[in-house]
């Protein structure tokens, strides 16, 4: 039974009030708002597992590699034959597009998704994002697996850490005058800023890749990041006049940072936000912090198999094709033992992070307020 439109969403973040009435304290879920649910991952694990959803599907996998690889050089073709003009910009886009399913697919080998053994998944992941896309395998795992281990989680999810958006609103209400400019407008400034992201995902991979410390691999990722610019960036500069190699170079990385954020975004901004010391089962923790995406087959080409983000909070090995029929077994066991499972629209969840980045937003200080006024303002 499929649940209705716009299911269940929980935000249990109370609308924050405006930075002049003092200081911000944001409720938190914990284990009296999530009772743990006994047995519930074992159980529905079980039945996945019988199920034979937890099998590879290298044929699948192998299918959307040629899909790329023909795409890619449908892209370097029409690059060569369109030569100097504007309309370069199109196949800019296209690139950007295109890296980003590249990425979607070393997202899925980091979680072993898509060869039969772990070193082999490693070494196909490493080289489809240094290689291809131009990102840090270290790093995003390093991000990526502590995110999945506790989603949402204050102090433990990297991905609600202090950044140009502020996730959370003792975050926001911390804020000086200048950044209180974006972040009480967060929620609208959100996708415009999502441009600079892919520039961004570059740099922090390098900035962990040149950290002290031990980094695996770092070698060979510097190696194969830097084999990648400069096949990339060669012809780019060589063959296009420097304004146009410019513009070309920035319209791939706001299409690939748009493109990686609008697919990301959706999967648990504006779920609940769990308290650092709560105690939940894991069950209860990876579903009641994720959202789908309703859309089917076009949802899962659209968004690398992440509107399933339930299942692959779940069954993070699972490969891309199993997602929708384990989705069936993990809302008969959410009905059965009364956890909410929620699935939006793209568009509506779209609507909501908007809205709740904009909400966390209000929480910080108003620029224009003089801090004397604020003093003694009644409250």
């Not at 914990?30 to 996945?48: C, D, I, L, M, N």
């Not at 590699?65 to 890619?72: C, K, Q």
């Not at 609600?160 to 502020?166: A, M």
Request: hydrophobic residues 45%; contains cysteine.
């Amino acid at each position: 039974m499929r649940p209705r439109a716009g299911a269940i969403i929980a935000i249990l973040t109370p609308v924050a009030p405006e930075g002049r009435l003092g200081a911000v304290r944001q409720t938190y879920a914990g284990a009296e708002t999530f009772p743990p649910v006994a047995r519930a991952y074992t159980e529905v694990s079980q039945v996945v597992r019988e199920t034979g959803l937890l099998r590879r599907a290298e044929w699948f996998y192998a299918i959307v590699g040629t899909a790329l690889v023909l795409a890619f050089g449908g892209a370097i073709t029409g690059f060569i034959l369109l030569g100097d003009t504007w309309y370069q910009l199109l196949i800019a886009g296209a690139l950007g597009i295109i890296f980003t399913q590249v990425a979607f697919l070393a997202h899925e080998a980091a979680h072993r998704q898509i060869l039969a053994s772990g070193p082999a998944n490693d070494r196909l992941g490493r080289f489809l994002a240094a290689g291809v896309v131009g990102i840090s395998l270290s790093w995003w795992n390093n991000k990526h697996n502590r995110h999945h281990a506790n989603p949402n989680r204050v102090g433990k999810d990297p991905d609600i850490e202090v950044d140009t958006i502020r996730f959370l609103e003792e975050d926001a209400a911390k804020v000086g005058r200048l950044g209180a400019l974006i972040t009480r407008k967060q929620g609208w400034l959100f996708f415009p800023l999502l441009t600079l992201e892919g520039a961004n995902l570059h740099a922090l991979g390098l900035k962990h890749l040149f950290s002290r410390g031990e980094v695996k691999g770092r070698w060979i990722e510097l190696g194969l990041i830097a084999l990648r610019f400069s096949l990339y960036l060669t012809p780019i500069f060589l063959f296009l006049p420097i304004g146009m190699a410019f513009a070309f170079l920035g319209v791939q990385l706001a299409v690939f940072g748009v493109y990686m954020g609008a697919s990301f975004a959706p999967n648990h901004k504006g779920m609940p936000i769990i308290a650092p010391d709560a105690k939940l089962d894991f069950f209860s923790k990876q579903v009641r912090t994720s959202r789908n995406i309703r859309g089917g087959w076009w949802a899962t080409a659209l968004m690398g198999g992440l509107n399933y983000q339930v299942e692959h909070h779940l069954f993070p090995s699972m490969a891309r094709p199993y997602l929708s029929k384990a989705r069936e077994i993990v809302i008969e066991q959410c009905r059965t033992r009364g956890v909410p499972y929620t699935e939006t629209s793209l568009i509506e969840s779209y609507a909501i992070v908007i809205a709740y980045l904009n909400r966390v937003g209000l929480a910080a200080r108003d620029p224009f307020d003089c801090p004397m006024v604020n003093r003694f303002r009644p409250a």
